[in-house]
Structure formats: C-alpha cells, structure tokens
C-alpha cells in the first residue's frame, strides 16, 4: 500500500508543479486585479497539497518512530511559516507583488523537501538549521520596504556602500576560510558567514547611487574603477563565480543606464580575456574546465562530481524515481552547488524544469517591476538585482547540467546555505 501512495503522489506532485507553474504565466495574461488574486489563490493551494504530499511519503518511507514525529513537528512548523508569511506581507504592504511572495514560498517549499530528504539519515540536521535562517531572514525582509519608502535619499551613500563591500571582501580575501580551492566564507561566534553575497547589495546600491548621480564620462571611470576591485578582490579570492555574477551585473546596469553599445561589446572583450587569464593563473579553474570538457577521462577525482550529477538527471528521466527512491547522497555537496539534480533525480525532469520556470516568472516580475520604476535610482537597483538573481541560476543550473563550467554558486531559495537565503530574502523584499 504505502509503495501504491508513494508512485501515486510522485504524478500528483507533477501535475500539482505543472498547475502551478502555468498560473505562474497565466497570471501576466490578466489586466484586472480580481482575478490576479484567484490565480495567486490557485497558487497557493496547488503549493500547499504538494507539500502535503512530498512529507506523507517522507513520513510513509520512515520507520523510525522519532524521526516520524520529528517530520510531523517540522511539516508543521513549515505550513504555519508559509500561512503567516503570505498574508501577514500582504497585511503589511497591500501593494505587495503577489506573485513573488507566492514563488517565493513556493521555491522554498521545494528547498524544504529536498533537504528534508536529503538529511533524513541524519536527524534533518540541516532542514532544520535552514528553515531557521528563513525565519529569522523573512522577519528581516519585512523591514526592507519599510526603510525604502521612509528614507528616500539612500543615493547620498554611494561611498558607504562601496566601502563597507570592499572592506568584507578584503578581509575574506586575507583571513577568510577556504573551500574547495576558493576563500568564500568568515567564522564568527561559530557562525560560518559568506560576505560576498551581502556584497552584492551593496554592490547594486553603489552602482545606482553613482549612475543616478551623474553619467558624466569622468563619474562612469570612476565608476567602472571600483566596481573593477569588488571583481579583481573576488579573483583573487578565488570566488570566481561570484566575480562572474557582480561582472555581468554591472555590464548590464551600465548599458541601461547610459544606452551606449559601445561599453557593452568592450565588456564582452573584456570578459573573454579574464576568462582566459583566469584560466592560465589558478589551478581549480583548470581542473573545473576539464572536468567539464571531459568528465569521463578522470570519473574517479575530478569529473566525480559533475558525473554523479549527469548519472542521476538521467535516472530520474522524466518523472523522477519518486522521494526517498533514488540516491542524491552520492553527488558530493549536492545540498548547496547541485541540488538542482537532486530535485531531477527525484522529483523528474519535468517537475525541475518547473522550478526553472518559476524562477524564470520571477525574473520577468523584477523587469516589469523595474520598468515601471520612474527615478532612474530605483530602476537601476531593480536591474541590477534582476541580472545578480538570474545569471545566479543560469550558473547554478548550467553547471549541474554540464552546460558551463561548474562556478560553485547556489540556487537561490532553493540550496542550502544561511548568507544565500538572506540577501535572496533581502532581494526579493527590495523589489
């Protein structure tokens, strides 16, 4: 019986994650307000009976006593999260974009089962300290639009911006822990903390506060100069994905804020010779570009990785091997970097393109939102997280898939990990 509920639900979930994601398009479709309210409606009880769901297979494929009630309390604890989240933003801010409060909770709820089954064997250590960063970083997100509204001169601080980045990157860059050949992260108080994901807000704010301030030539030099060490300190930090994001990031806003195609095909021929350079200087870059050139040709060390990840989107083909059925465990780190093919292996193909598609409606949410934005301030902020947020999950995505390199960048709402969950919070809250 209980492999009957479990192959029956893995169909549910799908249908349930396709329902989802057309209303997550459907919803450009309405010019009206009502019934952009019933499709978030819709939304939210297509998300809610999927993450009934996953748990009942989750609870169903558990025999230990202890850790059944322990999924219980913590299924629990999750839907009043969800329930309190939702309406209590909308109570707070009545103009708030639904819809990203929706994909918000929604990617979140799939994070929530992949970790949730993915630490099962360990008393869901890591669930738990995750949905706890979420708690307190939702709480912290309400006070973000409250702060924008009230303190409208945030463009006067451009150097308080640019220098409290340039600090935290220097001081990972000199005395920051090492992984997986790259200085990313700080202790403090126990605490492991990734500043250079913190930085890419204060990366954004700098940019626009400058822009809006003047496009002089001589202020976009000075400009390009400091953004250039946010980027040259991440290099030698070894950080390189994040180097990528906050690259691309400025390329972009530059070319909104001034129009000029010129420094967009400079940035392009800039772009290709530090990827080359970066290529000849550091080693784990090499050895990453092999891997993905030829996983095959060193299965057992440095294509492991990436070969465990193709292993299992292929085994979860379409439809996936159902919760608790297949064995992501064997890709190394698959909770934080390469959860995306945890989810493929599980969950199906379908149900992860899904998520790529949510994902995809939230970026076309943040540009419509920036759009409308009539102070080139704020419409520039808006772009800028826009390109950190997607060419975050391009990166994520394409380096499980073997499409780009692997860059070692998270999924946002997705992956494990406490400094990603924040400033993703703080991202969405800013828009």
């Known amino acids: 019986m209980t492999n009957l509920i479990v192959e029956v639900s893995k169909y ?27 499709v ?71 994070g929530f089962i992949m970790l949730t089954r993915l630490s099962l064997d360990k008393g869901l250590d890591k669930a738990f300290k995750q949905f706890v960063i979420v708690a307190a970083a939702a709480i912290l997100s309400w006070l973000v639009p409250f702060i924008m509204e009230r303190f409208w ?34 202790t403090v108080g126990g605490i492991s903390i990734q500043p250079s994901e913190f930085v890419k807000i204060s990366f954004v704010f700098f940019v626009a506060s400058m822009f809006y301030q003047s496009l002089d030539f001589k202020n976009i030099c000075i400009t390009t100069v400091v953004a250039a060490l946010h980027v040259v300190i991440l290099v030698l930090s ?62 057992d060390n440095t294509g492991y990785q990436i070969t465990q990840s193709l292993f299992a989107i292929g085994t979860g083909g379409w439809f996936g091997m159902g919760l608790c059925q297949g064995m992501p465990n064997r890709i190394p780190v698959v909770e934080k970097d390469f959860i995306f093919a945890a989810i493929s292996e ?21 540009m419509m939102i920036a759009t409308q934005m009539q102070a080139m301030f704020y419409k520039i902020i808006a772009v800028g997280l826009v390109m950190e947020y997607v060419v975050q999950v391009f990166l994520t995505v394409g380096g499980v898939t073997k499409f780009i390199p692997s860059t070692g960048v998270t999924l946002p709402f997705v992956s494990y990990g406490g400094s990603s969950i924040v400033t993703t919070f703080l991202l969405f809250s800013i828009i």
Not at 238 to 255: E, P
Not at 346 to 366: R, S
């Open 346 to 366: 599980e969950m199906g193909a379908i149900f992860a393109i899904c998520v790529l598609l949510i994902c995809l409606g939230c970026f076309i949410q943040f």
């Open 238 to 299: 070894k950080d390189l994905g994040s180097a990528l994001i906050f690259f691309i990031s400025y390329v972009i806003m530059l070319f909104i804020a001034t129009g000029n195609w010129l420094y967009l095909i400079a940035a392009g021929v800039l772009g290709k010779g530090a990827t080359s350079i970066a290529y000849t200087l550091f080693d784990h870059v090499r050895r990453r570009f092999t891997a993905w050139k030829n996983p095959w040709a060193d299965i």
């Open 12 to 38: 549910l979930m799908i249908l349930l994650m396709a329902i989802y994601t057309y209303a997550n398009f459907r919803f450009f479709s309405f010019p009206d307000l009502e019934r952009k309210r019933k």
């Open 40 to 110: 978030c409606a819709r939304q939210n009880r297509a998300m809610f009976l999927l993450h009934f769901l996953a748990y009942v297979v989750m609870y169903l494929k558990t025999e230990d006593e202890t850790l059944r009630r322990m999924l219980l309390v913590f299924y629990m604890g999750q839907v009043v999260f969800f329930l309190f989240y939702i309406y209590i933003y909308r109570f707070i801010y009545r103009n708030v974009s639904r819809l990203l409060v929706n994909n918000c909770c929604m990617l979140l709820a799939c």
């Open 153 to 186: 001169q945030l463009y006067k601080f451009q150097w308080v911006y640019a220098g409290i980045g340039l600090a935290a990157l220097l001081v990972v860059w000199v005395a920051g822990n090492e992984s997986f050949g790259a200085q990313l992260s700080l």
